[in-house]
T-cell receptor, first 113, second 112 residues
């Protein structure tokens, strides 16, 4: 039972444009959400997080938006750069379950120069 | 500060054998979680250890087990290997609270 879903396996974006990666979840107990970036042959690298008390969190070119009523979050990358090409995973957790995170299946982003 | 290290990086085993993977966390990190990554399945949570105790467990059979030592290093063991156990096994560590996890590079296990 996939509690966190990324329905777009891949995304291609022109350099300089906005990349929008989407993630949906089913468990209303989730209250902490993260995005990770993964290059081949490396472990995932933490990008940005958001707690359920917020609906937006920004860090440089990366912004995460959370819509709790729709159980949806998105990661915006502006402007997109070729070095952003990687697989992006969203993850969710409920605070009362410690560090048990549920991950989506990933979206492969390609930024075209 | 050194990152999360995992050994070995690559492993080839045959069906029925067992395997032990190791994870050394970032200094000061006391929580170690293990994940299995297979194509199309994302990262599936195996278990989490904190202060030498298993704190959370995912939906994997009992052939998958783990432990954590007093220095926070963790090992994961898979017995009676099956072809479907071929995957990238990742460990992730954190200080212990509800924080972002730092991942190691993973161990690529191939079962023939």
């Amino acid at each position: 039972d996939q509690q966190v879903k990324q329905n777009s396996p891949s995304l291609r974006v022109q350099e300089g444009r906005i990349s929008i990666l989407n993630c949906d979840y089913t468990n209303s107990m989730f209250d902490y959400f993260l995005w990770y970036k993964k290059y081949p042959a490396e472990g995932p690298t933490f990008l940005i997080s958001i707690s359920s008390i917020k609906d937006k969190n920004e860090d440089g070119r990366f912004t995460v938006f959370l819509n709790k009523s729709a159980k949806h979050l998105s990661l915006h990358i502006v402007p997109s750069q070729p070095g952003d090409s990687a697989v992006y995973f969203c993850a969710a957790s409920a605070r009362n379950t410690g560090n048990q995170f549920y991950f989506g299946t990933g979206t492969s982003l390609t930024v075209i120069p | 500060k050194a990152g999360v290290t995992q050994t070995p990086r690559y492993l080839i085993k045959t069906r029925g054998q067992q395997v032990t993977l190791s994870c050394s966390p970032i200094s000061g990190h006391r929580s170690v979680s293990w994940y299995q990554q297979t194509p199309g399945q994302g990262l599936q949570f195996l278990f989490e250890y904190f202060s030498e105790t298993q704190r959370n467990k995912g939906n994997f059979p009992g052939r998958f087990s783990g432990r954590q030592f007093s220095n926070s290093r963790s090992e994961m063991n898979v017995s009676t290997l099956e072809l479907g156990d071929s995957a990238l096994y990742l460990c992730a560590t954190t200080l212990g609270g509800h924080n972002e996890q730092f991942f190691g590079p993973g161990t690529r296990l191939t079962v023939l």
